[in-house]
């Protein structure tokens, strides 16, 4: 039987497997098994990594978006191991993973290998710190649900400490001649999709902790947010009416950006720019950028670019391996006809979405001994939200060839969507529909930030 290995949970690792298991697995056990898929992942759960800016904001409770892996194999016919990924020896065809540890570094599970005969890496991304002083110590970044946990847990302290500390003389007297300074301030480092949307969601969220009566501070004027962005406009990915409009939205809630500043230097309460500016930050969140797991540039043999990313061919195929696939943020994928020649298929859920798809076929005529076909991306388009107040991108640059401005309402509606494409591919359109009903009843009955 042939054996099929998937390295990663994320959007396309854990929609591959699904649909894999539900086309090669036997899962009702009234049918014989085609194959043996087995996923892995470091984590016992999934949640959807565009998710994390909300669950930062505390707008989501991540508890009641998580999928465990088990109960998803169970139910689509393939396999979930736990733990990290160690290394692969191409010659055995095997991986090899780390022990599985408990709360108190017990050991749950030994390190052990596993065999394949076709191994898809779909270990996503990391926050890319750039070597930058100070970053990695004093700040967070948002790539786990504990990492976007914590920072809730510090912006709810922060506001409720803030209160009741008293300001300082010389901020009081300045208030005095100028505008009112912020009591506590979050620095956002990274304009892009992550720094925007979480930018956005703070400021609501500001809102309501003090509708909650967790702090009697101004929403807008005491509690500061600023963005800032090495290059010269937020969205650098995006169209630059995006941008303009992002920027707009954003100003009119009170977020300040601050662009063509590149972060020299991040210590605790302040950062440091390369111009010589320094900006205060109670909190500060790193959203500058990404690159592969370091685990990648490991492995045995296999390529890697300057991000870590693994160097496949169109058929997704790595450069030095026809067994080994590679797909997501974790591949450096060619983009023949893109925005520019000679560029890879951006690190977006949508391409991942599209490649796991186009694996599920392409592996298919694998089994069957046939030539596999090239991938080729299309981009319809990207969405940036502003949580409750807005939604702006551009739509469908893969379809008319070129980029329609949308926002507000249908934005945020398509937005939303996303998500709701994400749990139909895992879950199906019936029980999609049943999860949206199920989440608008638990919103009804939730407060609109988790408080605890």
Same mark, same amino acid.
């Given at each position: 039987?042939?054996?099929f290995?998937?390295?990663?949970?994320?959007?396309?690792?854990?929609e591959l497997?699904?649909?894999?298991?539900?086309?090669?697995?036997?899962?009702?056990?009234?049918?014989?098994?085609?194959?043996?898929?087995?996923?892995?992942?470091?984590?016992?759960?999934?949640?959807?990594k565009?998710?994390?800016?909300?669950?930062?904001?505390?707008?989501?409770d991540?508890?009641?978006?998580?999928?465990?892996?088990?109960?998803?194999?169970?139910?689509?016919?393939?396999?979930?191991?736990?733990?990290?990924?160690?290394?692969?020896?191409?010659?055995?065809?095997?991986?090899?993973?780390?022990?599985?540890?408990?709360?108190?570094?017990?050991?749950?599970?030994?390190?052990?290998?596993?065999e394949?005969?076709?191994?898809?890496?779909?270990?996503?991304?990391?926050?890319?710190?750039f070597?930058?002083?100070?970053?990695?110590?004093?700040?967070?970044?948002?790539?786990?649900?504990?990492?976007?946990?914590?920072?809730?847990?510090?912006?709810?302290a922060?506001?409720?400490?803030?209160?009741?500390?008293?300001?300082e003389?010389e /901020?009081?007297?300045?208030?005095? @001649?100028?505008?009112?300074?912020?009591?506590?301030?979050? !620095?956002?480092?990274? *304009?892009? #999709? +992550?720094?925007?949307?979480?930018s956005?969601?703070?400021?609501?969220t500001?809102?309501?902790?003090?509708?909650?009566?967790?702090h009697k501070?101004?929403?807008?004027?005491?509690?500061?947010?600023?963005?800032?962005?090495?290059?010269?406009?937020?969205?650098?990915?995006?169209?630059e009416?995006?941008?303009?409009?992002?920027?707009?939205?954003?100003?009119?809630?009170?977020?300040?950006?601050?662009?063509?500043?590149t972060?020299?230097?991040v210590?605790?309460g302040?950062?440091?720019t390369?111009?010589?500016?320094?900006?205060a /930050?109670?909190?500060?969140?790193? @959203?500058?950028?990404?690159r592969?797991?370091?685990?990648? !540039?490991?492995?045995? *043999?296999? #390529? +890697?670019?300057?991000?870590?990313?693994?160097?496949?061919?169109?058929?997704?195929?790595t450069?030095?391996?026809d067994?080994?696939?590679?797909?997501?943020?974790?591949?450096?994928?060619?983009?023949?006809?893109?925005?520019?020649?000679?560029?890879?298929?951006?690190?977006?859920?949508?391409?991942?979405?599209?490649?796991?798809?186009?694996l599920l076929?392409?592996?298919?005529?694998?089994?069957?001994?046939?030539?596999?076909?090239?991938?080729?991306?299309?981009?319809?388009?990207?969405?940036?939200s502003?949580?409750?107040?807005? /939604?702006?991108?551009?739509?469908?640059?893969?379809?008319?060839?070129?980029?329609?401005?949308?926002?507000?309402?249908?934005?945020?509606?398509?937005?939303?969507s996303?998500?709701?494409?994400?749990?139909?591919?895992?879950?199906?359109?019936?029980r999609?529909?049943?999860?949206?009903?199920?989440?608008?009843?638990?919103?009804?009955t939730?407060?609109?930030?988790?408080?605890?």
């Amino acid at each position: 039987m042939h054996r099929f290995i998937i390295v990663g949970g994320g959007a396309g690792g854990l929609e591959l497997a699904t649909r894999l298991g539900d086309k090669f697995g036997s899962a009702d056990g009234k049918r014989a098994a085609r194959a043996q898929v087995t996923l892995i992942d470091r984590n016992s759960t999934h949640i959807w990594k565009p998710l994390l800016h909300e669950v930062a904001a505390g707008s989501m409770d991540p508890f009641s978006q998580e999928l465990p892996y088990a109960a998803q194999a169970r139910w689509h016919g393939f396999e979930f191991q736990q733990g990290d990924l160690l290394g692969v020896d191409r010659t055995a065809k095997r991986v090899t993973l780390g022990p599985l540890l408990d709360d108190e570094a017990g050991e749950l599970m030994p390190q052990r290998d596993l065999e394949y005969d076709t191994l898809i890496v779909a270990i996503g991304s990391t926050t890319a710190f750039f070597g930058v002083q100070g970053a990695q110590e004093n700040s967070l970044a948002l790539d786990t649900v504990d990492q976007a946990e914590l920072f809730r847990k510090r912006l709810i302290a922060a506001c409720i400490r803030a209160e009741y500390r008293a300001p300082e003389p010389e /901020a009081a007297s300045a208030s005095d @001649a100028g505008p009112r300074q912020p009591r506590i301030q979050v !620095a956002i480092v990274g *304009g892009g #999709a +992550t720094g925007v949307e979480l930018s956005a969601e703070l400021r609501n969220t500001a809102q309501v902790l003090h509708a909650y009566g967790l702090h009697k501070l101004d929403p807008k004027h005491d509690i500061g947010i600023v963005l800032i962005e090495a290059g010269p406009r937020i969205l650098p990915a995006l169209p630059e009416r995006v941008s303009t409009a992002t920027a707009d939205l954003l100003d009119k809630l009170g977020v300040s950006l601050m662009t063509s500043e590149t972060v020299a230097e991040v210590s605790r309460g302040s950062i440091r720019t390369a111009s010589g500016k320094t900006i205060a /930050a109670d909190l500060t969140v790193w @959203a500058a950028g990404i690159r592969a797991p370091g685990v990648l !540039a490991k492995l045995d *043999g296999l #390529a +890697t670019n300057r991000l870590g990313q693994l160097i496949v061919r169109r058929t997704l195929q790595t450069e030095t391996d026809d067994n080994i696939f590679a797909l997501g943020d974790c591949a450096a994928c060619p983009w023949p006809g893109g925005e520019k020649e000679g560029r890879n298929v951006p690190p977006r859920a949508q391409a991942a979405h599209q490649q796991a798809s186009f694996l599920l076929k392409s592996l298919e005529r694998r089994l069957e001994d046939k030539p596999l076909p090239d991938y080729t991306y299309r981009d319809f388009g990207s969405l940036v939200s502003l949580g409750h107040f807005s /939604a702006v991108g551009s739509l469908m640059g893969g379809l008319i060839g070129g980029n329609m401005l949308i926002e507000g309402l249908f934005a945020r509606f398509m937005y939303q969507s996303l998500y709701r494409m994400h749990i139909a591919a895992l879950h199906g359109w019936a029980r999609m529909a049943l999860d949206t009903v199920a989440h608008w009843l638990r919103r009804s009955t939730a407060p609109r930030v988790k408080l605890h």
